[in-house]
């Protein structure tokens, strides 16, 4: 082991990472303890994942475009906003657990490792099927590029992995931020899932569909727009409907920091409150 | 005693009507406990209504018709179908049976003098009163208010229209209640409670209208127990031309909640009679 | 009224044996292993008695206790409670009686405690005055008033205790279980439970049976005693009897007129333990008269004053415990 000295912020970061493969590796044993349980859930992802696909492609079937974006435009959009938002719920993990934790009263074993809180909340429900959510969205990312009908500059096919780190990192932050909450209402469980999933639907299409008021709310307060629509509008090469500055297009990562450093603090205080009141 | 004598007892159905209706005002009260929790889950459910009302303008302008509703009758469906999934509890879950048996406490249960599965449809009943008035009323209200919807098509309709959402309510429960008694057979419920989740999230018409599904399958999904808990509601408010009548819907309802009942009350005895024999 | 009248609780012979599944080794097939926790158990209580039900971990307290209130139905044997077969008609026999778990709570965490009491008033459809007279009774005697609007959930364990005494005899039962009522209470919340006990049981002739593993809790309150070990009832008399029978010293404390060296008496099995100055303790069997041995001392020694201390029941109990067979512990509690 490193002495202590020697850590350092990089030092920290790295001890920081282990522990969270080693919580992921532990959480893959548990689940592995119930083999019918994770088959099963493991077929539902599968099936969501499925049924997912059905009811895009039914409405797709019968629609040509959607508020002037094609098929394949709405695609690219759904497709690059679904894999972000997969990815930090696969990393960051749905928050039920936790409120769960916090009112049993159970939290308190979480607080005495001399792991970081935020990765045991984050290990406390992750569930290796959901990893399988990320292929779907991915897939649809890579079909609707092929078919989408864009001169592919470097700087559009970078943008396109950049934007989906980006919109990772903001919906991850968003995940964490909400679950701050539960550390004051720690029964808002299925209400911050609903949240985290209407953000997710609201990312999937274009910001025009909410009209110019809400669309715009939505994405520059939200973050929401952040996530695939402002950048996409530079892969695709189109104006912005709500008529925004072009550099709002490459602002993801900035933004990305900043949702960051808002859901830090967030959970900062969430655990505080908690460490002070006790429960 | 002589006060025993001077005072008129009350009948067997009084007495059973003020134990449901304690019960259920005491689940009320706890679902409402916690304020902050009902403030986020009511925003939470306004916000979600609100896109989704959004979604279906996008959708319905670029194709009227779609799933045979025209724009107004798609907007109607959608927001006061999604204003009320927290109400039926569509993504599942909400009974808490397989906890209290995992941890023991369902001891507790069997020793009070009410029957197992009246306890808990009596919790469900005051649980569904407080997520009705304080997650779809203000959902519904917000998404009435910004996208306008149908009335009613008569009184009748939205008489009919109550009367469905009551059977829709008890469809819901009975679903819900079997999948939470599945823990007396399997060590790990998770797998059982995620799989009901999805078929009630899909085939309820929760996430599409179920008239949009074409051929067997569509035919398949509208004849599912699932389809009772919103999609056969929305058909009676909405009554689309050529449909099935109000009566035939509702019937559909009261089938389907008739055999789950009987399934449930089954299930129950089994399962207690499992657990009075071999423990906990 | 005759004996056979005063019978609530009336238990012949019953057996009851869990199915265990155990995994064969390396082999997909499970063994099927029967575990008794309760063999052969009988005993009955009259109304009004307070029983205590002692026994190790695992012994079969609780086993004995689910089918008393007929939430386990036994394997074998017969069972009545008020009358009732306890399994056929457990929701017609809960309205009759009352249960306590220490370990668990009927009262609604989330909520005050007086609507725990409301939700009760219509589960066991107690009638208005009684209603009204027992809380008014109850919150005095558990001094409930400074908390009754309290949620549950802030409640400490003592306070959650005593609302769920009230919670269990709002109904006047026949008869109330009460398993570990005391664990993990403090010395006052003890003592009020305690006396409500002893309160309800002579003002109200409830019939009490309790498990518990505080000695103390028996001392003070049950007469009787039940004792349950490896699934099997070892004893069934009271507190003096067990006492007794286990054997174990009972202390002589003499005060002379002097210092003296260790007395030496001729009383078979009597012999000094301790000296302090003019103080000595003599240990002689329990179940030998402690007048020989006063005669002799008093004859011989220039004895000022003497005191009788009874062996500590903590004694008792863990020599009751050990002197088990020795094979292995049965059964899931």
Sequence with gaps: MAPVDEAGPVGVLRAQLGAYLLLVRIAFRQAAQYRASLALMTATEVAATMLDLAAIGIVFAHLPALDGFSLAEVAFLYGTSALAFALAEALVGPVDRLGWHIRDGRFDVVLIRPVSVLVQAATLSFAPQRIGRVVQPAVIVVVSCAALDVDWTAGRTLLVPAMVLCGTVIAGSAFVAAASVLFVAPDATVAVAALAQGSALAARYPMTIYGRRLGLLLTVAAPIGFVSWLPALYVLDRPDPFGLPFATRFASPLVALLAAAVATLAWRAGVRRYRSTGN | ?280 | MTDQDDVVIEVAGATKTFVQRRRGERRLRRERVDVAAVRDVSFTVRAGEIVGYLGPNGAGKSTTIKMLIGVLTPTSGRLRVAGIDPARQRIALARRIGVVFGQRSTLWYDLPLRDSFALARHLYRIPDDRFQANLRRFVEMLDLGPFLDTPVRQLSLGQRMRGDLTAAFLHDPAIVYLDEPTIGLDVVSKAAVRAFLAETNRENGTTIMLTTHDTADIEQLCRRVLVIDHGRLGFDGELAVLRERLGGDRTLVVDLAEPLPALSVATPGARVIRVDGPRQWLAFPATASAAPLVAEIAARYPLVDLSIREPPIEEVVTRLYTSGAPTPRPAPD
């Design chain 2, 1 to 280: 005693m002589a006060v025993e004598a001077t005072r008129a007892r009350p009948s067997e159905v009084w007495a059973e009507a003020r134990a449901w209706a304690a019960v259920a005002a005491a689940t009320a009260k706890v679902n409402v406990a916690y304020r902050a929790t009902v403030a986020a889950s009511t925003l939470s459910n306004v916000i979600m209504t609100v896109l989704r009302g959004y979604l279906a303008i996008a959708v319905w302008e670029a194709r009227p018709g779609l799933a045979g509703y025209d724009l107004d009758d798609a907007i109607t469906f959608v927001v006061l179908g999604q204003a009320l999934v927290t109400t039926f509890a569509v993504f599942g879950g909400m009974i808490d049976v397989p906890w209290r048996v995992e941890s023991g406490a369902i001891v507790v249960d069997l020793a009070r003098p009410f029957g197992f599965l009246r306890w808990w449809l009596a919790r469900e009943l005051g649980r569904a009163a407080v997520f009705f008035a304080s997650r779809a009323v203000p959902a519904g209200v917000v998404g009435v208010a910004l996208f306008g919807a149908q009335p009613p098509a008569s009184r009748a309709a939205g008489a009919a229209f109550a009367v469905s959402l009551a059977l829709a309510l008890l469809v819901g429960f009975a679903i819900r209640y079997l999948v939470a008694m599945t823990v007396f057979w399997t060590t790990d419920v998770r797998g059982v409670l995620a799989a009901s989740s999805l078929a009630l999230t899909f085939f309820s018409g929760a996430v599409l209208p179920l008239t949009i599904f074409p051929g067997v399958f569509g035919s398949v999904a509208r004849a599912l127990p699932f389809a009772a808990v919103l999609q056969v509601p929305m058909d009676v408010y909405l009554r689309p031309a050529g449909g099935a009548g109000i009566g035939q819907l509702l019937a559909f309802q009261a089938g389907w909640a008739a055999a789950l009942f009987t399934v449930s009350w089954l299930v129950t005895r089994v399962a207690l009679r499992r657990l009075v024999t071999q423990g906990g």
